[in-house]
Nanobody
């Protein structure tokens, strides 16, 4: 098992920034694909960002491209989601996910991930 724990969520004003963290307890963390998904009340869970090969292949949803950045620190077994220029429509519960090898390139779906965190709330409001 690869326990995942998200943190860093909270309330932020439109145009502001926030950085989410996802801590993993796994020695082979660097070999896992990591992803971020989000779910707003009454809506389906949607893809946000993913890092398949530890920083060498990142993917982003069109709605966050240019504003969000996924990164990881393998020494700390932690993946991050830097969110800039936040909009009210970014309000959602954000989930961290991990998939063990074998891996593939391309935008992943939620069904391809093996482990999930509990989620952290992000609210963008003035």
């Amino acid at each position: 098992q690869v326990p995942l724990v998200e943190s860093g969520g909270g309330l932020v004003q439109p145009g502001g920034s926030l950085r989410l963290s996802c801590a993993a307890s796994e020695r082979t963390f660097s070999s896992y694909a990591m992803g971020w998904f989000r779910q707003a009340p009454g809506k389906e869970r949607e893809f946000v960002a993913a890092d398949i090969w530890s920083g060498s292949s990142a993917y982003y949803a069109d709605s966050v491209k240019g504003r969000f950045t996924i990164s990881r620190d393998n020494a700390k077994n932690t993946v991050y989601l830097q969110m800039n220029s936040l909009k009210p429509e970014d309000t959602a519960v954000y989930y961290c996910a991990a998939r063990k090898p074998p891996l593939r390139l391309g935008v992943p779906t939620q069904w391809e991930f093996d482990y999930w965190g509990q989620g952290t709330q992000v609210t963008v409001s003035s």
